[in-house]
């Protein structure tokens, strides 16, 4: 397949924003896609190159040769180039790799060149999400979108099922062949997620009997694979974090079972067990530093269990996973109570709040493990307004923060883009000004020597305001306020962020 025809379905999506509209753009490409591309294809319609790393940046998209008038590339050929990129090293590689992004984008395109440049930087802009695209894949293979968010889910990833769909023969060896992938120890599935509510009672009164009042950590999400005496610790983006935590990997390999499947929470406690500043528990988990590990232990805490000694329970009721959990986390397990008295779920949030945690979880007994859905089974409760919003730009300190990037400027999802909902310098320590003029010296697109400084939109923000105005001065109509930083998300993409459809909602009267 030409890589014309992935630019030009790019280009269409990012010029509607009608979802129907969107997956039809989908379903006619999938359907024109040789099996044999079907892989980087759906990498490139999710915004993403096949390598994690290619060694080009920012900078080196800055002055592209000028584009070609007729398309030549192939996908494959496009994929075969950055794989090159990606595994050159030692001396003269940076000037070889430079030379071959050249070459490539001087065969390409102006259409072509604007995907290239978006996969390259993580900036695609057509709202391809993924779930859009299963149902794409879906509607292109004639099989029920329940099969491929299935499969999507033990797979862990896109790409294999979409192959997987779309190469077989027909609707019937389509259906079969997602039915093959199952729960694999040592395979991460994408972790089930809980939607929000403003408090218990409203948290409760979506579920029925008695539920499960879970308290919800302030920690990173894990999930842990046992197979005999080996261990292997994922994160919430599935990325392996084993070399990293030895003492979650010992605690595991302590349990009473040879084969297991946990999902939890870790985090740094101190000598009373209540949680650690989350920024210690972040960079503990993002480093190798033994230094760093030796000064900041994790402890995992652990909520579901989805396998254990060949018994699968995913499609298990809540209840029956709780009773395999416990048997085998015994104290590793996280605190919860059962109940369907309004008075005693609110006595809870207020017993965990004071404990120093984010609130609690509500979850209906009987659900299975919805993996990779946020759904109305497992529901959220803090004890304050918070959004997890993207930086997009920031502005530089003065006075006691002369020297620092301060004021950020404060984004919801809308749509392919951003907007805006304000700024704040507020709930900032040392230490995170540190940390953040480093890092978003790093995300700067433009000059970084003047007063306000335009980033790229990666980095998530979790903010806490205690309300929302209407303003005119922001394009979204909303404003936060009394906006402060609670800590920076590293745990998150800015795909996960909030929406500023979420943010109208909560400032619905």
């Given at each position: 397949m030409?890589?014309a ?7 269409a ?8 509209a969107k ?7 999938l359907?024109r896609t040789d099996?044999?591309?079907?892989e980087?294809v759906?990498r490139?319609?999710?915004g993403?190159?096949?390598?994690r790393r290619t060694g080009?940046g920012w ?7 000028e584009?070609?008038?007729e ?10 180039a950055?794989?090159e ?5 030692g001396?003269?590689s940076s000037?070889?790799?430079?030379t071959?992004a050249r070459?490539l984008?001087?065969a390409?395109t102006?259409?072509?060149q604007r ?8 900036e ?5 999400l993924?779930s859009?695209?299963l149902d794409a ?7 029920t979108?329940?099969s491929?968010?299935r499969?999507a889910?033990?797979a862990?990833?896109?790409?294999p099922v979409a192959v997987a769909?779309?190469g077989?023969g027909?609707?019937d060896e389509?259906e079969r062949a997602?039915?093959a992938?199952t729960?694999v120890?040592?395979r ?5 997620l ?6 218990v009672?409203?948290a ?8 499960v ?10 999930q842990?694979?046992r197979?005999?005496d080996?261990v292997?610790?994922f ?6 974090i084993t070399?990293?935590v030895?003492e979650?990997v010992a605690?595991v390999?302590?349990m009473p079972?040879?084969?297991?499947v ?5 985090m ?6 209540r ?9 503990r988990?993002?480093?190798r530093d ?5 000064a900041?232990a994790l402890?995992p805490?652990f ?9 699968d329970l995913?499609d ?8 395999a ?6 104290s590793?397990?996280v605190?919860r ?10 006595a809870?949030f207020?017993?965990v ?9 509500v ?6 493990y919805?993996?990779?859905?946020r759904g109305a089974?497992w529901v959220k409760v803090?004890?304050?307004?918070t ?6 730009a920031?502005?530089r300190g003065s006075?006691r923060r002369?020297?620092y990037l301060s004021?950020?400027?404060?984004g ?11 700024k704040t310098?507020?709930?900032m320590?040392d230490?995170?000004?540190?940390w ?6 790093e995300?700067a697109?433009?000059p970084?020597?003047g007063y306000?400084v ?10 806490a305001?205690d309300g ?7 394009p979204?109509g909303?404003?936060?306020r009394f906006?402060r930083?609670?800590?920076y998300r590293?745990d998150?993409t ?7 459809d979420t943010?109208?909602a909560?400032?619905?009267p």
């Amino acid at each position: 397949m030409l890589l014309a025809d992935v630019a030009a379905t790019s280009t269409a999506l990012a010029a509607t924003r009608s979802r129907l509209a969107k997956r039809a753009l989908l379903v006619d490409l999938l359907r024109r896609t040789d099996p044999a591309d079907v892989e980087v294809v759906s990498r490139y319609l999710g915004g993403e190159l096949r390598q994690r790393r290619t060694g080009l940046g920012w900078r080196s998209m800055t002055a592209l040769p000028e584009p070609a008038a007729e398309p030549s590339l192939t996908v494959a050929g496009v994929d075969a180039a950055f794989e090159e990129m990606a595994e050159l090293a030692g001396a003269g590689s940076s000037g070889r790799r430079t030379t071959m992004a050249r070459e490539l984008f001087a065969a390409a395109t102006a259409d072509e060149q604007r995907l290239l440049r978006g996969l390259v930087t993580g900036e695609v802009r057509q709202g391809a999400l993924d779930s859009l695209l299963l149902d794409a894949v879906a509607e292109a293979a004639g099989v029920t979108p329940a099969s491929v968010r299935r499969a999507a889910m033990l797979a862990g990833a896109t790409e294999p099922v979409a192959v997987a769909a779309l190469g077989a023969g027909s609707p019937d060896e389509a259906e079969r062949a997602l039915a093959a992938f199952t729960l694999v120890v040592g395979r991460p599935v994408r972790p089930m997620l809980a939607s929000s509510a403003p408090d218990v009672v409203t948290a409760l009164a979506g579920l029925d009997g008695p539920v499960v009042v879970d308290t919800k950590l302030d920690g990173i999400r894990i999930q842990v694979h046992r197979r005999g005496d080996e261990v292997q610790v994922f994160t919430r983006s599935l990325d392996d974090i084993t070399a990293r935590v030895p003492e979650i990997v010992a605690a595991v390999a302590a349990m009473p079972a040879t084969d297991l499947v946990l999902d939890g929470e870790a985090m740094a406690v101190d000598e009373a067990g209540r949680p650690r500043p989350f920024q210690e528990t972040a960079s503990r988990s993002a480093t190798r530093d033994a230094d760093v590990a030796a000064a900041t232990a994790l402890t995992p805490f652990f909520f579901d269990c989805l396998h254990v000694d060949g018994r699968d329970l995913l499609d298990a009721p809540l209840r029956e996973r709780l009773v395999a959990l416990d048997q085998v986390a015994g104290s590793s397990a996280v605190a919860r109570v059962v109940t369907d008295d309004p008075a005693v779920a609110r006595a809870r949030f207020a017993e965990v709040v004071a404990d120093h945690q984010e609130g609690v979880v509500v979850k209906a007994l009987d659900a299975p493990y919805e993996a990779g859905r946020r759904g109305a089974a497992w529901v959220k409760v803090k004890p304050r307004h918070t959004l997890d919003l993207v930086v997009l730009a920031v502005e530089r300190g003065s006075g006691r923060r002369q020297g620092y990037l301060s004021n950020i400027h404060l984004g919801a999802r809308d749509g392919d883009g951003f907007v805006m909902l304000g700024k704040t310098f507020k709930g900032m320590t040392d230490q995170m000004l540190a940390w953040q003029t480093e890092r978003f010296t790093e995300l700067a697109v433009g000059p970084t020597d003047g007063y306000e400084v335009r980033l790229r939109p990666e980095q998530v923000v979790e903010i806490a305001f205690d309300g929302l105005q209407r303003s005119s001065r922001y394009p979204g109509g909303v404003a936060l306020r009394f906006a402060r930083v609670l800590r920076y998300r590293d745990d998150k993409t800015a795909a996960q962020a909030d929406t500023i459809d979420t943010v109208r909602a909560l400032a619905a009267p």
